[in-house]
C-alpha cells in the first residue's frame, strides 16, 4: 500500500510542480530548492493530496515538510490512522 501511496504523492508533487513526467522524483529531494514549491505551491500540494487521498493534513504539520519523504511519510501516518 504504501508503494501505491508513495507513487501518488510524487504524481501529485509533479503536477503540482509543473514537472516533466520523466523528472525523477526522490524521498531525498527538498520539496523548496529541488522541487522548486513555494509557500503557495505548498498550499497547493496540500490541497491536491487532501482531495486526492482522502485526508486531512493539518496546517502546523506543513512547516515540518521539508522533503518529499518528509510529505510521504506523514501521509502514510495519516492514511494508517484516519481519524473519525
Known amino acids: 500500500m504504501s508503494d501505491v501511496l ?3 504523492i ?3 508533487l509533479k503536477e ?3 514537472l516533466p513526467d520523466d523528472v525523477e ?3 531525498e529531494q527538498n520539496l523548496r530548492s529541488n522541487l522548486g514549491i513555494d509557500s503557495l505551491g505548498m498550499i497547493d500540494l496540500v490541497m491536491h493530496v487532501e482531495t486526492e487521498l482522502d485526508i ?3 496546517e502546523e504539520s506543513v512547516s515540518n515538510f521539508a522533503t518529499v ?3 510521504q511519510r506523514h501521509v ?3 492514511a494508517a490512522n484516519p481519524v473519525a
Open 25 to 27: 522524483v526522490t524521498g
Open 76 to 78: 502514510r501516518e495519516l
Open 10 to 12: 510524487v504524481s501529485i
Open 56 to 58: 486531512k493534513i493539518g
Open 69 to 71: 519523504a518528509d510529505l
Open 6 to 8: 508513495d507513487e501518488k
Open 16 to 18: 503540482v510542480a509543473e
